[in-house]
């Protein structure tokens, strides 16, 4: 099962695209409240999305970015029917992808 | 001459206790739809179960991109699981309920005449799960939330269908329900009525007050601000305690009671949970 739940509209001038991604976003400084222990850091350092192949944005995250991240963004020159490809990488190594089309 | 006069006074008391009766529910409830209808004269019956989205178009618009990916869709797939999976004993809740579980939260809660209680839809999965050996769900929110939100999705769309039987247990129960509604308590000495029927549509601080009519047809709920989906006696606790009054416990008859008249005054609206309030 994905990670990233991906919409992308296509409008007149602009392409609106969102995605809702789950992952804990673990700041590092939250502590365990049985053990007394800061729970390990553990959230997404880099968004990448492409539009038919060609990256259109780059986002480097950190621990200030909240659980459950949502993005939202537009973007020109895609046509529906094209295909946006979300991925992100997290601060353990581990990423996850998905793809829409734009509808 | 005497006699006579036993009889006079006899009858006439009769007929001047009979309109001293209280209404009837069903009486409670035209009132009830008659007061949101002129309050909210441009809100069509059935739009009533979006509450504050009703009424509101700024908060509306910002709740239908929340819809886009609804938070609650988790919670569906993990109560559906839950749901299915069976019980050490292998039985599995379907067998507990009508239809197999699918699509009857409309008739939650009901009133068992059997028992003497009011019976409500998380009381019904625990119920099964203890008949079943198993240990108990906690009541507020997680597991049983979960399962919650799977059957009230199956039930969506369907009309909320809470029958009060003129049985005078159970009409006690509804009257203990709607005494707790319109009673002031706490610190800030407000009622349930004062913020969802009276203020209905206005402010407090930042937030708009919902119509209390329609209330309980998206239940269970994702609230931005638990981060989380709860149950409506989660939120009958939260409300207790805003108005700085000790809340009684979920599931407790009070909050049996309270949910019982409150599910009541939303009879034939259609279900919609679970749902996602801020």
């Not at chain 1, 976003?25 to 999305?49: D, L, S, Y």
């Not at chain 2, 939330?145 to 809470?162: H, L, Q």
Request: a positive charge.
């Amino acid at each position: 099962m994905s990670t990233i739940k991906i919409r992308a509209k296509a409008g007149d001038k602009v392409t609106k695209v969102s995605a809702l991604i789950e992952h804990p976003m673990e700041t590092g400084m939250r502590k365990n409240k049985k053990t007394g222990k800061k729970i390990p850091a553990h959230f997404i350092q880099e968004v990448v999305c492409e539009l038919n192949g060609t990256v259109v944005l780059t986002a480097l995250w950190g621990p200030a970015v909240s659980k459950r991240p949502f993005l939202q963004f537009k973007i020109e020159g895609a046509k529906k029917g094209d295909t946006i490809k979300l991925s992100w990488v997290d601060n353990k190594g581990e990423k996850d992808s998905a793809e829409a089309k734009i509808a | 001459m005497k006699k006579l006069l036993t009889i006079a006074t006899t009858l006439g008391l009769m007929f001047s206790g009979s309109f001293a009766v209280q209404a009837s529910p069903q009486q409670d409830l035209k009132e009830f739809r008659s007061y949101f209808a002129k309050r909210f004269p441009d809100v069509p019956f059935q739009e009533f179960v979006n509450g504050v989205y009703a009424i509101d178009k700024a908060s509306r618009a910002q709740w239908e991109s929340i819809e886009e990916f609804p938070p609650y869709e988790l919670s569906i797939d993990k109560g559906k699981k839950l749901f299915e999976t069976p019980f050490a004993n292998g039985k599995t809740y379907a067998s507990c309920f009508r239809n197999g579980g699918i699509g009857i939260k409309q008739d939650y809660p009901y009133f068992d005449t059997k028992t003497g209680k009011v019976v409500t839809l998380e009381g019904a999965i625990n119920a099964c799960r203890v008949k079943n050996g198993e240990k108990p769900l906690g009541w507020k929110k997680g597991k049983i939330a979960d399962i919650s939100a799977y059957m009230a999705y199956t039930s969506r769309g369907n009309k909320v269908n809470v029958k009060v039987p003129s049985d005078p247990a159970a009409l006690a129960a509804y009257e203990r329900g709607k005494n707790h509604f319109y009673a002031k308590r706490g610190q800030l000495n407000m009622s349930c009525a004062d913020c969802h029927q009276w203020n209905a549509g206005n402010r407090i601080r930042a937030d708009l007050l919902s119509p209390a009519l329609g209330h309980t047809t998206h239940f269970p709920v994702y609230r931005s601000k638990w981060g989380a989906l709860g149950t409506i006696h989660r939120r009958y606790g939260g409300c207790n305690k805003q108005v700085r009054f000790k809340p009684f416990k979920a599931q407790s008859d009070e909050y049996k009671a309270l949910e019982y008249f409150h599910t009541y005054m939303s009879n034939g609206l259609e279900m919609n949970g679970p749902g996602a309030r801020k």
